[in-house]
Nanobody, 123 residues
Framework: QVQLVESGGGSVQAGGSLRLSCVSS???????LGWFRQAPGKEREGVEA?????????YYADSVKGRFAISQDNDHNIVHLHMNNLKAEDTGTYYC????????????????WGQGTQVTVSS
């Protein structure tokens, strides 16, 4: 059974930093882990992803380019989202998701989800 557990959310002021972590277990197929976020009243969107199955290829949304970075521990079961220069518009619930099919940013093609961790950025 696949489980994804996120941690590291919190409240920060604009310009601050946070690091989110996702511990995965039970993945017996290819590891394709990504971070998604959802703000109140908005659709869930892809933030960054790393596909071990594709030689640790990384993907990111334009909105976080240069500010966020994804990394993976050597055992490939833990991924981190390093968030710097946070903005108010980064506020939302951040989810870790596993799935290799379809577009990395499409939440409809992910197979498994974590419970989410809240990030609040005050301006």
């Amino acid at each position: 059974q696949v489980q994804l557990v996120e941690s590291g959310g919190g409240s920060v002021q604009a310009g601050g930093s946070l690091r989110l972590s996702c511990v995965s277990s039970g993945i017996i197929s290819e590891i394709c882990l990504g971070w998604f976020r959802q703000a109140p009243g908005k659709e869930r969107e892809g933030v960054e992803a790393i596909y071990t199955a594709r030689g640790s290829q990384t993907y990111y949304a334009d909105s976080v380019k240069g500010r966020f970075a994804i990394s993976q521990d050597n055992d490939h079961n833990i991924v981190h989202l390093h968030m710097n220069n946070l903005k108010a518009e980064d506020t939302g619930t951040y989810y870790c998701a596993q799935g290799c099919a379809g577009k990395w940013y499409d939440p409809g093609t992910r197979d498994y989800w974590g419970q989410g961790t809240q990030v609040t950025v005050s301006s």
